[in-house]
C-alpha cells in the first residue's frame, strides 16, 4: 500500500522536474491518504499550483497550511506568492512579514518581501491611463459573459480571476496585455471599439488612413518642439546668469557652516546655512541646517526642516537623490528619537526617490527595532499566564491548533519562561509538527538548561522522526541533568525511551534472521565495533558468559550501562531464551 509519505516524495520528484501537474496529482494523494491533516503536502501542493500561476488555487491552499500549522514560518511564505501572484500586495506584504515574525531568518520571506516592496514602487509610479475608471464597473464581469465577442473567453476561469484582480490592481494589466491576446479584445469591448469591424473589407482599405495619419503626425510635433524651444531657451540663460555668482558665494556660506558645524558651534553653522539658501535654492543647503538644529536638540525644527526640504525641492523638481537624502534624514532624526514606526516610513520614502544599500540596510535594522520594541512592551507576566492556563485547557480536550495558539501567546507574553515553548513543542507534537517540536524544545533547553521535561520531549520528537543517535545523546544529558538537579525524579522515564531509541535504532530487515546475520549486521555500526574493540568491554563480556550476574553488577557504572544497552538493541547481547 501506498503511503503518504511515498506520495510526497513522487509529488517532490515531480516538481524538481518542473512537472507541476503531475506534482499537484501526488500530493493531492498525500492529502487523501494521511491519516491526519499534513501542513507541509498543502505547502507542498500550493507552490506546484503557483508555478502554474494558478494563484486562486495555490492561496487556498496555503491557507490550509497556515490553519493547521499556524506556527509554520514557510505556510506564510506560500500565503505571501499566492497573494502576490493575484496581485494583491497589501497581503503579500502581511504574510511574508508573518513569516519573518515567525522565523527572522527566512530569507525566501525576505526575498519576497523585497520583491512586494519593488513592485508597490513601480506601481507608485505608473500612471492610470483610465484604467481604475474601466475596471470599476461591478457589472463587468456578467456583461463580458453576454457580450457575443467575449462571451467564450470568459468561460476560462483563468482569465476570469485574472479581470477580478485587475479590479483591485488595474496596473497590472500591463504585465499582461501583450502577452496574452484575449485582454485585447476585452480592452477593446470595455471601450466599445470594434476589432472586427474591417474584416469584410479588402488588406489595401486601411491604406489611405495611415497614410493621412502619417502625413498629419508630424505637423503638432514639430508645433510642440518649436514652443518649447520658444519657452525652455530664455529660461536657461537666464537661471544661468542668475545663479553663476549667487551659487558661488551660497557655496562659500555652506563651506563656514560646515567649519561651525564641526566645532559643534551650531547657531552659528545654522546663520550659514540660511545665508546659504537665501543666496541660491539648493535643498542641500535645508538638509544641512536640520542636521545642526537636532544636535542642538530642536528636534521639531529640524523635521520643519527637512519637511520644507522636500516641499521646497518637489516645487523646483529637485534631482530625486536630494530628495531622498531629506526623506533618509527624516528617518535618522525619528530614529535616534526612538521613533521607530515613522523612521521605517521616511526610509521607505526615501528607497522609492532613490534606492540605496545603505538606506535600505537601515530601514531593515529599524524593522527588527521595532520589533524587539513591540515585543519588549507586550510582555507581561500576568497574560503570560493567563495565556498558559488556556493552553493546558485546550491541551486536556484534545484542542491542539488552539493549545498551540494559546502557548504562542504565552511566549510573545513571557519571552524568557522556557514553560511555553517546551509547552506548545508539546502540541506541536500532537500534531505531528516534530520540527518545529524539536525546535522549540531547544529554545526551552536555551532558556532554562536544566528543564529536565524539556529534554524528554525533545527525545521523544527526535525518536519520532527517526533521529536515534542524536535522541540518545538527548537522553544521556537529560539522566546526568535529572540526577544533579532532581535526584534522578525522571530517571525511569528517561530510561524507558533510552531502551526504546536504541532498540528501533537496530531494528532488523527479517524476524528470521539468524545469529550470524544479526552480528553482521551490528558490526557494520561504528559505535558498535568500537564497543566490541574496548578492552574493558571485552573482559566485562568474558566475565558475563562465566557469571551472568556480573553484568548487573557492572551496570550500575553509567558508561557501562550504555554500552551493554547498545549491544543488547544490536542483537550482540541476548537477554531472553
Not at 500591463?174 to 485585447?184: E, G, K, N, V, Y
Not at 493552553?391 to 498551540?404: H, I, L, M
Request: aromatic residues 6%; glycine residues 4%.
Amino acid at each position: 500500500m501506498t503511503t503518504a509519505d511515498d506520495y510526497k516524495q513522487q509529488g517532490n520528484a515531480a516538481f524538481s522536474a518542473k512537472d507541476y501537474e503531475k506534482a499537484i496529482e501526488m500530493f493531492s494523494k498525500a492529502i487523501e491518504v494521511s491519516e491526519t491533516p499534513n501542513h507541509v503536502f498543502y505547502s507542498n501542493r500550493s507552490a506546484s499550483y503557483a508555478s502554474l500561476k494558478k494563484f486562486n488555487e495555490a492561496l487556498s491552499d496555503a491557507k490550509e497550511c497556515v490553519q493547521i500549522n499556524p506556527t509554520w514560518s514557510k505556510g506564510y511564505n506560500r500565503l505571501g506568492a499566492a497573494h502576490l501572484g493575484l496581485g494583491d500586495l497589501d497581503e503579500a506584504e502581511g504574510s511574508y512579514k508573518k513569516a519573518l515574525e515567525l522565523d527572522a531568518n527566512n530569507q525566501a520571506a525576505k526575498d519576497g518581501l523585497d520583491q512586494v516592496h519593488r513592485t508597490q514602487e513601480s506601481r507608485q509610479g505608473m500612471p492610470d491611463l483610465g484604467l481604475s475608471k474601466m475596471f470599476s464597473d461591478p457589472n463587468m464581469i456578467e456583461n463580458l459573459k453576454k457580450n457575443p465577442k467575449t462571451s467564450e473567453l470568459m468561460k476560462d476561469p483563468q482569465l476570469v480571476a485574472k479581470l477580478i484582480g485587475y479590479q483591485s490592481n488595474p496596473q497590472s494589466i500591463s504585465q499582461d496585455l501583450f502577452t496574452d491576446q484575449r485582454l485585447l479584445t476585452i480592452m477593446a469591448t470595455l471601450m466599445g471599439v470594434d476589432l472586427n469591424m474591417d474584416l469584410g473589407e479588402s488588406n489595401s482599405m486601411p491604406k489611405e488612413p495611415e497614410a493621412k495619419k502619417e502625413e498629419e503626425a508630424p505637423k503638432p510635433k514639430e508645433e510642440k518642439k518649436e514652443s518649447i524651444q520658444q519657452e525652455s531657451e530664455p529660461m536657461e540663460v537666464d537661471a544661468e546668469e542668475n545663479d553663476n555668482s549667487n551659487k558661488e558665494e551660497a557655496e562659500k556660506e555652506k563651506a563656514e557652516g560646515n567649519k561651525f558645524y564641526k566645532a559643534r558651534q551650531f547657531d552659528d553653522a545654522i546663520k550659514h546655512y540660511n545665508a546659504a539658501w537665501e543666496l541660491h535654492q539648493d535643498i542641500t543647503y535645508l538638509n544641512n541646517r536640520s542636521a545642526a538644529e537636532f544636535e542642538k536638540g530642536e528636534t521639531e525644527t529640524a523635521l520643519k526642516s527637512l519637511e520644507e526640504a522636500i516641499e521646497k525641492g518637489r516645487e523646483m523638481r529637485t534631482d530625486y537623490k536630494l530628495i531622498a537624502k531629506s526623506f533618509a534624514r527624516m528617518g535618522n532624526v525619528y530614529h535616534k528619537t526612538n521613533n521607530f514606526k515613522k523612521a521605517i516610513e521616511c526610509y521607505q520614502k526615501s528607497l522609492t526617490e532613490h534606492r540605496t544599500p545603505e538606506i535600505l540596510t537601515k530601514l531593515r535594522n529599524t524593522e527588527k527595532e521595532l520589533k524587539k520594541q513591540e515585543a519588549e512592551a507586550y510582555i507581561n507576566p500576568e497574560k503570560a499566564e493567563e495565556a498558559r492556563l488556556e493552553g493546558k485547557e485546550c491541551f486536556t480536550k484534545g484542542d491542539w491548533p488552539n493549545a498551540v495558539k494559546a502557548y504562542t501567546e504565552m511566549i510573545k507574553r513571557a519571552p524568557e519562561d522556557a514553560r511555553g515553548y517546551s509547552n506548545r513543542a508539546a502540541a506541536l507534537a500532537k500534531l505531528m509538527s516534530f520540527p518545529e517540536a524539536i525546535e522549540d524544545c531547544n529554545k526551552a533547553i536555551e532558556k532554562d538548561p536544566n528543564f529536565i521535561r524539556a529534554y524528554i520531549r525533545k527525545a521523544t520528537a527526535q525518536i519520532a522522526v527517526k533521529e536515534f543517535s542524536a535522541a540518545i545523546e538527548t537522553l544521556e544529558i537529560a539522566r546526568s541533568k535529572d540526577a544533579e538537579v532532581n535526584n534522578g525524579a525522571s530517571v525511569r522515564e528517561i530510561d524507558q525511551l533510552y531502551v526504546k531509541a536504541t532498540q528501533q535504532r537496530f531494528q532488523p530487515s527479517s524476524s528470521n534472521e539468524t545469529p550470524e546475520e544479526v552480528y553482521q549486521r551490528a558490526m557494520k555500526d561504528p559505535e558498535v565495533v568500537a564497543i566490541m574493540q574496548d578492552p574493558v568491554m571485552q573482559s566485562i563480556l568474558q566475565q558475563a558468559q562465566q557469571n551472568p550476574a556480573a553484568l548487573q553488577e557492572h551496570m550500575k557504572n553509567p558508561d557501562v550501562f550504555k554500552k551493554i544497552q547498545t549491544l543488547i538493541a544490536a542483537g550482540i547481547i541476548r537477554t531472553g531464551p
